[in-house]
């Protein structure tokens, strides 16, 4: 992918931006413009000036693709929200092929608006769509602390999801997986509740095992998190993680659970995947860094292929 314009100027206006995005297509003949966007605000702008070109908007919020769709634009509901725009341009190019939106060999511009990722601005791409890429896998999209398998990472997510989609349907849950370096994060932890697992055998305390998944949703309903082994142990549940005073960026809206989780990835090694009571959606930290969000009713693909 060749990147044509990364602009962080804040003198360049979404106008301007749109003008820039249709003079690229217009010269390289495009077969199609994708923008991803947040509010909808600028697909919207790039829609009314660019009428003679298809474009495809795609979004992670709900409420944009119902407004977007309602509106007339051809929409994509992207599953995920990757670390950076460079990533995220390789998944929306990626879901784009996977729901027939564009074929192999097309050459589409991808615009990452201003509305996405709004610290580090606007990102361009001119590309040829590759076949390889309809099979992009999640591991391809954010880099997972050593040690952690990816059988427990697609185990850890799928039940996160289930947890989401039970507090999407009103249920008040929310979790907190902590993966991997489960010593570091359970120094000066606390536990809330008598360990749920203890004396349980080896396979009942496995998070890659499936049919303890029911079991783990029901003790969601408690506090606290779950430490788990990087080869998938459940140390424990019920857990009150220790956080030290650092400094952490969220995303506006997030509250202690997430908070609580970005830190103790910064002061250890585990990766810790987070469901919100609020709005249901999985969220990964790693390094004190939200790295992925996940919507758990939009089916998202492979988490990897082999182990």
């Known amino acids: 992918m060749n990147r044509t314009n990364n602009s962080k100027n804040p003198i360049c206006s979404d106008g301007d931006l749109s003008h820039m995005i249709m003079r690229v297509a217009q010269a390289a003949q495009t077969d199609a413009i994708i923008c991803a966007t947040e509010t909808g605000t600028f697909a919207k702008q790039?829609?009314?000036?660019?009428?003679?070109?298809?474009?495809?908007?795609?979004?992670?919020?709900r409420e944009t693709y119902d407004f977007l769709t309602q509106e007339g634009l051809e929409t994509i509901l992207l599953p995920l929200r990757t670390i950076d725009k460079y990533s995220q341009?390789?998944?929306?190019?990626?879901?784009?092929?996977r729901s027939a939106k564009v074929s192999t060999g097309d050459l589409v511009v991808c615009a990452i608006g201003p509305d996405v990722y709004q610290k580090e601005g606007i990102l361009v791409v001119?590309?040829?769509?590759?076949?390889?890429i309809e099979h992009l896998e999640v591991s391809d999209l954010l880099?997972?602390?050593?040690?952690?398998?990816?059988?427990?990472?697609?185990?850890?997510v799928a039940v996160a999801c289930k947890i989401g989609r039970a507090a999407r349907r009103g249920t008040r849950l929310g979790a907190i997986f902590m993966l991997g370096d489960s010593l570091k994060v359970l120094e000066g932890s606390k536990q809330l509740i008598p360990n749920p697992f203890q004396g349980h055998d080896d396979t009942s305390r496995r998070l890659t095992n499936?049919?303890?998944?029911?079991?783990?949703?029901?003790?969601?309903?408690?506090?606290?998190?779950?430490?788990?082994?990087?080869?998938?142990?459940?140390?424990?549940?019920?857990?009150?993680?220790?956080?030290?005073?650092?400094?952490?960026?969220?995303?506006?809206?997030?509250g202690a659970r997430h908070f609580a989780a970005a830190a103790v990835t910064k002061r250890t090694a585990a990766t810790a995947v987070v469901v919100s009571a609020t709005d249901g959606n999985v969220r990964a930290f790693s390094d004190g860094k939200m790295v992925l969000q996940i919507d758990p009713d939009v089916p998202y693909g492979p988490i990897f292929r082999d182990e």
């Open 46 to 61: 790039l829609q009314d000036l660019l009428r003679p070109i298809r474009m495809i908007a795609a979004t992670t919020n």
């Open 89 to 97: 341009v390789r998944h929306v190019i990626s879901v784009a092929l």
């Open 126 to 132: 001119l590309t040829e769509v590759e076949s390889s």
């Open 143 to 156: 880099k997972l602390t050593d040690g952690i398998r990816p059988s427990l990472l697609e185990a850890a």
């Open 210 to 254: 499936p049919e303890i998944h029911n079991a783990v949703l029901e003790l969601s309903k408690l506090d606290g998190a779950f430490v788990v082994r990087g080869d998938g142990f459940i140390q424990t549940g019920g857990t009150f993680l220790a956080s030290i005073d650092v400094e952490i960026e969220l995303p506006s809206g997030l």
